[in-house]
């Protein structure tokens, strides 16, 4: 029986994973979040393929971030995420939440993509 916060995210991660799978035609966007950070990646699960990713910690975007809150800072990562899909020719893709609730900066990010023209 999970107890922890983190065994029930497990637990929901695991059921979410049975059903979302990324191929070439729509890959998949999966969101990590930390305390302090938070990471987005795009994968393709049937060539085990890293497309593209985008973190607060990623040097390019760093100088961007300063001053902003967490959830100003996911919309960021979601506009860079998308414009890296852009660049490479994706624009539809499968959002895989990672077992987090959809509020807050997963739904930031998940906004911002959005806006930047990717379709889930």
């Known amino acids: ?5 983190q065994e029930k995210r ?3 991660k695991h059921s979410i994973r049975k059903k979302v799978n990324g191929t070439a035609e729509r890959p998949r966007l ?20 890293t ?3 985008a973190s607060t910690l990623d040097e390019a975007i760093i100088p961007q971030l300063a001053g902003l809150k ?5 919309k960021k990562i979601g506009a860079a995420i ?15 939440r990672n077992g ?14 959005r806006e930047a023209g990717l379709k889930f």
């Open 51 to 53: 497309i593209a990713t």
């Open 70 to 74: 967490k959830s100003e800072r996911a």
């Open 30 to 49: 999966t969101v990590f979040r930390s305390s302090k950070h938070i990471y987005a990646q795009v994968v393709n699960d049937e060539a085990q393929q």
């Open 10 to 12: 497990e637990r929901r």
């Open 82 to 96: 998308a414009e890296k899909l852009k660049a490479k020719g994706i624009d539809k893709v499968v959002f895989d």
């Open 1 to 5: 029986m999970p107890k922890t916060q």
């Open 100 to 113: 987090y609730i959809y509020h807050g900066r997963i739904m930031a990010l998940a906004d911002a993509a």
